[in-house]
């Protein structure tokens, strides 16, 4: 997202704008909250476990 994303317009985004568009995309996608809040370093770690 923070190299291509907005297509138009790449690079816009900041750690918030990119974590708050992350975590929406997850929570529109039925994955469900983990134990520690979501950071932008976790961001490249996450894991989701099958459901
Ligand atoms: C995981 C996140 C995202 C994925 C996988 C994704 C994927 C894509 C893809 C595949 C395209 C079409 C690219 C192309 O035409 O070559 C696109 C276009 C676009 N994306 Fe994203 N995107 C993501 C996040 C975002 C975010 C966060 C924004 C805005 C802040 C954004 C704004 C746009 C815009 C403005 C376009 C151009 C739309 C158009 O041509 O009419 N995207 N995106």
């Given at each position: 997202m923070r190299e291509h994303m907005p297509r138009t317009v790449?690079?816009?985004l900041n750690d918030r704008t990119d974590l708050a568009a992350a975590?929406?995309?997850l929570?529109?996608?039925g994955v469900?909250?983990?134990e520690t809040?979501?950071?932008i370093g976790?961001?490249?770690t996450i894991r989701i476990a099958s459901r």
């Open positions: 790449p690079g816009v975590s929406y995309l929570s529109k996608n469900p909250t983990g809040e979501l950071t976790s961001t490249w």
